[in-house]
């Protein structure tokens, strides 16, 4: 069994937070009527399409073209899109802090607009702790497509059993395992260790 080396990280609910309802719950006036808005208006299918590398302002406007009486909330939705970052996750920035410190590569692959992440990126110093970070909007790939995965190995030189892929969501983990890739699926950071000393 190939000795693990490198520990690649996704962003969001893993590194970071970020939620619609940070933005929008105060707007609103209620956590339902921003549940509403993002299931019927800003929907996740449409906010992913940057992360897919579509420009901002492209979305925007088919979208107000889609809804014109919601105009000002969508424009919200990017104008405003730093209000919908939380906190960092806790206990992620030392965990990565403690791994590259003990000589393991630290990465991160990410479902993430080109033109949002540079603010997320200036504002969470756990981002600065990474060997490399590869940006699905960047690459027009997202995950959990094999090809992003294979962008990363090949950018820095990865063996991809020499690698564990931490990401929130189970297909994610799926696709990285399928190129060999070690996976956990992430809860919290204490579980995430648990499993990450268990697979050794």
Known sequence: MEKIKNVIFDFGCVLVYWNQHNLYDAY??????????????????????????????????????????????????????????????????????????????????????????????????????????VISGVEKIAKPDLRLYQILLDRYELNANECVFIDDRQENVDAAEALGIKGIVFKSCEQAKKEFEAIG
């Open 28 to 133: 609103f006036g209620s956590s339902e009527k921003t549940d509403w808005f993002i299931q019927n208006i800003c929907t996740v299918p449409w906010n992913n399409q940057t992360d897919m590398g579509v420009p901002i302002a492209q979305v925007v406007e088919e979208k107000i073209a889609e809804h014109p009486e919601w105009e000002k909330e969508i424009r919200m939705y990017w104008d405003e899109w730093d209000k919908m970052l939380g906190t960092a996750v806790e206990g992620m920035e030392e965990w990565v802090r403690e791994l590259k410190q003990a000589g393991y590569g630290v990465y991160g692959l990410t479902n993430w607009s080109a033109e949002t992440f540079p603010i997320a990126q200036d504002r969470y110093p756990v981002f600065g702790l990474l060997n490399g970070i």
